[in-house]
């Protein structure tokens, strides 16, 4: 039966006028060869984290939100307590070439370091208040670190005249946190070639979380430079 | 046919209103179906243009049409002819009674009796009732004149473009509602609220078979443009049935899908496999026993199956976020694939089979989670003629 499908599908294009054929063709087989690797567009982000579910449920919009399709959390994500969304871009971050458990494994040993250091400084602490300041948490100390490099204003270059202006203006939460890390990372790899990337590494977030530091001083430097050009910042408008 | 030479009498009558005689012999003459005319004194009492008018009675296009039409509806009688006998031939070769035979079981016969393994489904063997299979088609268009009925007709998609002009006249009609709403200060309907949560609009293929029009993307971009309008306005729920058309709900419920009653195995432990759990190339079943004291057992070895700490974080997620952790044993067969989409494939397992095992408030928050959907995404394939599925070699300029 299905080869006397064919056969009639054949002998109908006499029959049927030639802007039908194509149609006929995409109701019987519907080749799809570039078959969508992606998601639908409605299917919602999933919302995995315990203290995030916890909000959802206090606003009741937990049962609505069930309704529709969710994606499936990425192969890095989940609700354990160790799991960090920031430690996670950090890790990205540092991935070359698609190795992550490499990636994960630097800067596991970073934070090692920075335990090791923070421990014996809190050893070394003679009174009980200066002991009380010596933040031991090594995820505290990265997030301290980035919060710390993050710029308020950046320079984009305008055209103006023939002449390119270095305009002053906001920046959003996404660019700054990517500059963020990437200063963090570009200040570790400018690094001798004895020195591990863990321990260099573990510095830069040690002096970064402190507001020290070469890359505390290169977002000042930006601040600087932004606050210099501000005769420029009518240009983003005019 | 009578039918249509009904519809002729009107405009043919007020234009020989005064050739009283003529007109009497005109239908007289068509409705005994010989359209020439050889009669002399005919064409002498007649003027030149109620000549023309008359030859144009069944226009060149209406002709072709009907032809066509016969043609079609002839081979369209054929074909269901031939599926009914095809049909019963199915019925008799699966030893079942021909009389109710459905189209279920002709699925179920053909894909027993031609088994495939062609990886598109749309390639392999089938058997539809013609219908399905050949396109719908429009009606006459046009009255034997070869006058078109619809009022669009000369932008080529008189379907379409009505469904627009209706959507900007709603448009209108809301915006002017709101107006006077506003103009009398009163208060907006409370219940009065437009839900399009759980539906999405019509796609492309699904609006053109719809309209029996072939339309362009950019055509559909702009239906789109204007559904979204109307639906976004404050008053858009007065014309709810109007958008109602042109929405499909996405209708997958995961709670209607039944949730399995665990069996009881030796020991009096309640216990659950999964099969097919799929994620990249990984394939395997996973089997959950309850009351338990969380061992995990994969392929025989325990959660070190896995090197990455990242493998071994997915294994346990869904058991960490419904909290069962420690209550259940968890026993898995896995092959193919890496060491990612093996996980990603026991994480699907473990959190289909703890359906069984939670109340529904876990469940929906498992849904939000996303535990509950299946990652049917593949490596995508490499092109021709690129390095990669998306990559491309860097630009020369000779």
């Given at each position: 039966?299905?080869?006397?499908?064919?056969?009639?599908?054949?002998?109908?294009?006499?029959?049927?006028?030639?802007?039908?054929?194509?149609?006929?063709?995409?109701?019987?087989?519907?080749?799809?060869?570039?078959?969508?690797?992606?998601?639908?567009?409605?299917?919602?982000?999933?919302?995995?984290?315990?203290?995030?579910?916890?909000?959802?449920?206090?606003?009741?919009?937990?049962?609505?939100?069930?309704?529709?399709?969710?994606?499936?959390?990425?192969?890095?994500?989940?609700?354990?307590?160790?799991?960090?969304?920031?430690?996670?871009?950090?890790?990205?971050?540092?991935?070359?070439?698609?190795?992550?458990?490499?990636?994960?494994?630097?800067?596991?040993?970073?934070f090692e370091n920075i335990k090791r250091t923070q421990i014996e400084r809190y050893h070394l602490a003679s009174t009980q208040q200066e002991k009380d300041k010596i933040e031991l948490d090594p995820k505290k100390i990265l997030h301290q670190a980035?919060?710390?490099?993050?710029?308020?204003?950046?320079?984009?270059?305008?055209?103006?005249?023939?002449?390119?202006?270095?305009?002053?203006?906001?920046?959003?939460?996404?660019?700054?946190?990517?500059?963020?890390?990437?200063?963090?990372?570009?200040?570790?790899?400018?690094?001798?070639?004895?020195?591990?990337?863990?321990?260099?590494?573990a510095w830069?977030l040690l002096d970064a979380a402190s507001n020290s530091?070469?890359?505390?001083?290169?977002?000042?430097?930006?601040?600087?430079?932004?606050?210099?050009?501000?005769?420029?910042?009518?240009?983003?408008?005019? | 046919?009578?039918?249509?030479?009904?519809?002729?009498?009107?405009?043919?009558?007020?234009?020989?209103?005064?050739?009283?005689?003529?007109?009497?012999?005109?239908?007289?003459?068509?409705?005994?179906?010989?359209?020439?005319?050889?009669?002399?004194?005919?064409?002498?009492?007649?003027?030149?243009?109620?000549?023309?008018?008359?030859?144009?009675?069944?226009?060149?296009?209406?002709?072709?049409?009907?032809?066509?039409?016969?043609?079609?509806?002839?081979?369209?009688?054929?074909?269901?002819?031939?599926?009914?006998?095809?049909?019963?031939?199915?019925?008799?070769?699966?030893?079942?009674?021909?009389?109710?035979?459905?189209?279920?079981?002709?699925?179920?016969?053909?894909?027993?009796?031609?088994?495939?393994?062609?990886?598109?489904?749309?390639?392999?063997?089938?058997?539809?009732?013609?219908?399905?299979?050949?396109?719908?088609?429009?009606?006459?268009?046009?009255?034997?004149?070869?006058?078109?009925?619809?009022?669009?007709?000369?932008?080529?998609?008189?379907?379409?473009?009505?469904?627009?002009?209706?959507?900007?006249?709603?448009?209108?009609?809301?915006?002017?509602?709101?107006?006077?709403?506003?103009?009398?200060?009163?208060?907006?309907?409370?219940?009065?609220?437009?839900?399009?949560?759980?539906?999405?609009?019509?796609?492309?293929?699904?609006?053109?078979?719809?309209?029996?029009?072939?339309?362009?993307?950019?055509?559909?971009?702009?239906?789109?443009?204007?559904?979204?309008?109307?639906?976004?306005?404050?008053?858009?729920?007065?014309?709810?049935?109007?958008?109602?058309?042109?929405?499909?709900?996405?209708?997958?419920?995961?709670?209607?899908?039944?949730?399995?009653?665990?069996?009881?195995?030796?020991?009096?432990?309640?216990?659950?496999?999964?099969?097919?759990?799929?994620?990249?190339?990984?394939?395997?079943?996973?089997?959950?026993?309850?009351?338990?004291?969380?061992?995990?057992?994969?392929?025989?070895?325990?959660?070190?199956?896995?090197?990455?700490?990242?493998?071994?974080?997915?294994?346990?997620?869904?058991?960490?976020?419904?909290?069962?952790?420690?209550?259940?044993?968890?026993?898995?067969?896995?092959?193919?694939?890496?060491?990612?989409?093996?996980?990603?494939?026991?994480?699907?397992?473990?959190?289909?089979?703890?359906?069984?095992?939670?109340?529904?408030?876990?469940?929906?928050?498992?849904?939000?989670?996303?535990?509950?959907?299946?990652?049917?995404?593949?490596?995508?394939?490499?092109?021709?003629?690129?390095?990669?599925?998306?990559?491309?070699?860097?630009?020369?300029?000779?």
């Amino acid at each position: 039966m299905a080869n006397k499908m064919k056969i009639i599908k054949k002998s109908m294009a006499w029959y049927y006028p030639n802007y039908l054929l194509p149609k006929i063709r995409g109701v019987i087989q519907c080749r799809d060869y570039a078959r969508n690797t992606t998601f639908q567009s409605y299917y919602q982000n999933p919302v995995f984290r315990k203290e995030d579910q916890a909000k959802l449920i206090e606003s009741s919009e937990l049962s609505k939100i069930a309704a529709f399709p969710v994606k499936p959390p990425a192969a890095c994500e989940t609700s354990s307590v160790y799991h960090d969304p920031i430690v996670n871009k950090v890790i990205n971050h540092i991935m070359e070439m698609g190795k992550k458990s490499l990636a994960r494994s630097l800067i596991e040993k970073a934070f090692e370091n920075i335990k090791r250091t923070q421990i014996e400084r809190y050893h070394l602490a003679s009174t009980q208040q200066e002991k009380d300041k010596i933040e031991l948490d090594p995820k505290k100390i990265l997030h301290q670190a980035i919060e710390n490099s993050k710029p308020l204003l950046q320079l984009t270059p305008i055209k103006r005249g023939g002449i390119t202006y270095q305009v002053p203006g906001p920046i959003t939460e996404n660019r700054s946190l990517f500059l963020a890390i990437k200063w963090l990372l570009e200040a570790t790899y400018e690094k001798e070639r004895t020195v591990h990337f863990p321990e260099q590494f573990a510095w830069e977030l040690l002096d970064a979380a402190s507001n020290s530091g070469k890359v505390v001083k290169r977002k000042q430097d930006l601040h600087r430079l932004c606050e210099a050009n501000r005769a420029y910042a009518h240009y983003r408008w005019q | 046919m009578s039918l249509i030479i009904k519809h002729l009498f009107i405009p043919t009558k007020s234009l020989c209103a005064n050739f009283q005689q003529p007109l009497v012999r005109n239908i007289t003459r068509y409705s005994t179906k010989s359209p020439v005319i050889s009669s002399n004194n005919v064409l002498n009492s007649l003027t030149d243009w109620e000549t023309l008018n008359k030859k144009k009675k069944v226009s060149k296009a209406m002709k072709a049409y009907l032809e066509r039409a016969q043609e079609h509806d002839d081979f369209m009688k054929r074909q269901q002819f031939e599926y009914n006998i095809g049909k019963r031939h199915l019925a008799n070769m699966m030893g079942e009674d021909p009389e109710t035979f459905t189209q279920k079981d002709v699925d179920r016969a053909i894909e027993y009796l031609f088994p495939s393994g062609i990886y598109d489904p749309a390639a392999r063997p089938l058997m539809k009732p013609p219908e399905e299979i050949f396109p719908a088609r429009k009606a006459a268009e046009f009255d034997e004149a070869g006058r078109p009925h619809h009022y669009l007709f000369y932008t080529g998609k008189p379907n379409f473009f009505k469904v627009m002009f209706d959507a900007a006249e709603n448009i209108q009609l809301s915006y002017i509602f709101e107006d006077k709403v506003l103009r009398k200060k009163a208060t907006p309907d409370p219940d009065g609220t437009l839900n399009l949560s759980s539906s999405v609009w019509l796609t492309k293929d699904q609006l053109e078979q719809m309209l029996v029009e072939n339309i362009t993307d950019l055509e559909y971009d702009n239906f789109k443009l204007v559904m979204e309008r109307l639906a976004s306005l404050p008053y858009a729920y007065r014309h709810k049935e109007f958008i109602e058309k042109f929405r499909k709900s996405l209708g997958s419920q995961r709670f209607a899908l039944e949730i399995p009653k665990p069996s009881y195995d030796d020991n009096g432990r309640a216990f659950i496999t999964t099969y097919e759990c799929l994620r990249k190339k990984a394939r395997g079943d996973v089997t959950l026993r309850s009351p338990g004291t969380g061992k995990i057992t994969i392929n025989g070895k325990d959660l070190t199956y896995f090197d990455d700490i990242q493998s071994r974080e997915q294994v346990v997620f869904p058991l960490i976020f419904t909290g069962m952790q420690d209550k259940v044993d968890v026993e898995c067969n896995i092959e193919g694939g890496g060491p990612s989409g093996q996980a990603g494939a026991i994480r699907w397992g473990i959190a289909w089979s703890l359906r069984s095992f939670v109340d529904t408030d876990m469940l929906q928050r498992m849904q939000v989670a996303g535990l509950l959907t299946r990652d049917n995404r593949r490596r995508e394939r490499k092109k021709p003629g690129q390095p990669g599925a998306r990559k491309k070699a860097t630009w020369k300029k000779r």
